[in-house]
Structures are given as C-alpha cells and as structure tokens.
C-alpha cells in the first residue's frame, strides 16, 4: 500500500529553522511529483511547495514561501525534503506531503496523503 510519511515537525521560535522529511513507500516514488502543504487551524489547506519527477527537477513555490522554503527530493532513498528557513509564527501548522503520477495533479488534488506533522513557530 501507498504510505507518505511526515516527520521533522516541532516547536520552533521564528527566526529558526526546520526540515521536514517524507518517506514514501508503496509506489514508484522516482516517477511521481511530490508537493508539499499546510493548513493552519481554522483555515483551508493551502500548497507550499512541489517538486517534478524530472531528473534535472523543477520546482514550485508558494508566494508566501518564497525565498525562504527549500523543496528538495532523494529518489535514492524515496524521501522529499522541506527545508524551512527564516520561519515565520505565519508558518504555523500541520504539513502534509502529497503525491501524484504530475505536478499538476500534486497541486489540485493529490492522490496520495501522509499524515501530518505539526510545526508550530513562536513569537
């Protein structure tokens, strides 16, 4: 079966710094683009970042993560990056990684989800 794996979540003060990862497991990782999103509490889930399954690969950021996201991916070992840099108390809530056969896809409706980790950023 598919599985996305969030990990690298926590509490942070703004300012720092977080990466978050995502396992994969159950699909050919290599050839799927991966996305990554969050959604703060009391608001709708909103796209961050996503990445092709291109080898020269091909990047997607949110405005409001501009310059300050890194997405990244290791076909090797099935797992995609989120390097969270210059973190806002904004930037709080629960990540979730995504899926899909295109980038496309990955930012409308992914077809496969992880679970969530929670990134919480203090003032």
């Known amino acids: 079966q598919v599985q996305l794996v969030e990990s690298g979540g926590g509490l942070v003060q703004a300012g720092a710094s977080l990466r978050l990862s995502c396992a994969a497991s159950?699909?050919?990782?290599?050839?799927?683009?991966v996305g990554w999103f969050r959604q703060a509490h009391g608001k709708e889930r909103e796209f961050v970042a996503a990445?092709?399954?291109?080898?020269?690969?091909?990047?997607y950021y949110a405005d409001s993560v501009k310059g300050r996201f890194t997405i990244s991916r290791d076909n090797a070992k099935n797992t995609v990056y989120l390097q969270m840099n210059s973190m806002k108390p904004e930037d709080t809530a629960v990540y979730y990684c995504?899926?899909?056969?295109?980038?496309?896809?990955?930012?409308?409706?992914?077809?496969?989800w992880g679970q969530g980790t929670q990134v919480t950023v203090s003032s």
């Open positions: 990445i092709t399954s291109l080898s020269v690969a091909i990047v």
């Open positions: 159950g699909f050919t990782f290599s050839g799927n683009a």
């Open positions: 995504a899926a899909d056969a295109s980038v496309r896809a990955v930012t409308t409706r992914p077809r496969y």
